[in-house]
């Protein structure tokens, strides 16, 4: 199926909300993790949410240049194209863009789709990350503001992080004191004061209750999922909506339990964003393969190896089916497997 119009993707999050599950996002930097997503949720029946960060679009572009405005465009468009081949949905968006990375991420992805639109065509991607936690929640607040009319203008979703996750993620370090990992209900009063519940353009909002980017040990984090809960009362009883108003994201999430994924999930979460656990399934399975090939893939004393080993397709087939069982077991976990809006 095409990648998801604005539309489909507002359907995927709604009937996620409306079901009670949640979509996986994965962060993909090359065309072969583009295609472990896309075989991943092909296994599970799933559609979800393929997204690139600063970094990645970087790596995209290539290496040794890190235009990543352009490698996100490359990105969305050979996602787009790849996509047509398989029988799910999927989302594309950016993650993590922190202020200094504004004027050369998402900014002229933002520019660059509304040319699409301005020609009848979809934008290049269906929603985009602010990522204003590392300045003051009014400056945060008054980037969203700004940018949510032009997200609406080009029919995309605009995501807000308030609060703090903590870690590193792809080069943005938090390293706040712990209250910060742990957003109020006043913060989040704050925020649909200046955006709205959708009245000025969709948004969803990444709020931390204890959450860190990257792998740690259980134990080591202290998740909070049912503040989550308390934050969705809180908005709808000072807003007078119906419960749950707000649609979250799930960010740092490696390691968590299924309880609190299930929690989480419960309080009105409906994407999770997942890196550190796909990244670690992909390169683990390269390494076995090089062990398990050591001679195939060396030319050991001066023999010739074998080239069916070193061909980099070999072990790159095997990288991404280990990467797509851990994009299925994602989908598992957060409900989503079996959902798909193409079934």
């Known amino acids: 199926m095409p990648v998801a119009t604005p539309d489909q993707y507002a359907e995927m999050l709604d009937r996620a909300k409306a079901g009670g599950f949640a979509f996986p996002a994965i962060n993909a930097a090359s065309s072969q993790s583009i295609n472990a997503v896309l075989q991943g949720l092909t296994e599970a029946g799933s559609d979800g949410i393929i997204q690139v960060t600063t970094g990645g679009a970087d790596y995209f572009a290539g290496h040794t240049v890190k235009g990543r405005a352009r490698g996100a465009i490359a990105f969305a468009k050979f996602a787009t194209e790849v996509a047509k081949n398989y029988p799910i949905t999927v989302a594309l968006h950016t993650d993590h863009c922190p202020k200094p990375a504004l004027e050369d991420f998402v900014l002229p992805l933002v520019a660059a789709s509304e040319e699409e639109v301005k020609a009848g065509r979809e934008p290049l991607f269906q929603s985009h990350m602010w990522d204003g936690s590392a300045v003051p929640l009014d400056e945060n607040i008054a980037i969203a503001k700004d940018l949510l009319p032009r997200l609406k203008a080009i029919n ?146 001066g023999e010739v190896g074998n080239k069916k080993a070193y061909d980099p397709r070999a072990w790159g087939k095997i990288a991404e089916t280990a990467m797509a069982a851990r994009v299925v077991e994602a989908t598992q976990q957060l409900g989503s497997a079996g959902h798909s809006i193409s079934a």
């Open 156 to 301: 995309a979703i605009l995501e807000v992080e308030i609060g703090v996750v903590g870690g590193e993620e792809d080069g943005v370090k938090h390293e706040g004191s712990n209250e910060a990992l742990y957003t109020t209900t006043a913060d989040v009063a704050k925020a649909v004061e200046a955006l709205g519940l959708g009245d000025q353009g969709r948004w969803i909002a990444a709020l931390t209750f204890g959450n860190v980017h990257g792998v740690y040990k259980p134990g080591n984090v202290k998740l909070r999922p049912e503040l989550l809960g308390e934050i969705q009362a809180g908005i709808a009883q000072r807003f007078g909506t119906g419960e749950k108003p707000l649609d979250l994201v799930f960010h740092g999430g490696s390691g968590s339990t299924p309880e609190e994924i299930a929690l989480a999930v419960a309080n009105g979460v409906v994407k999770m964003n997942i890196d550190t656990d796909t990244q670690y399934a992909f390169t683990r399975s390269v390494a076995g393969f090089m062990f398990q090939n050591y001679d195939g893939v060396l030319k050991v004393d």
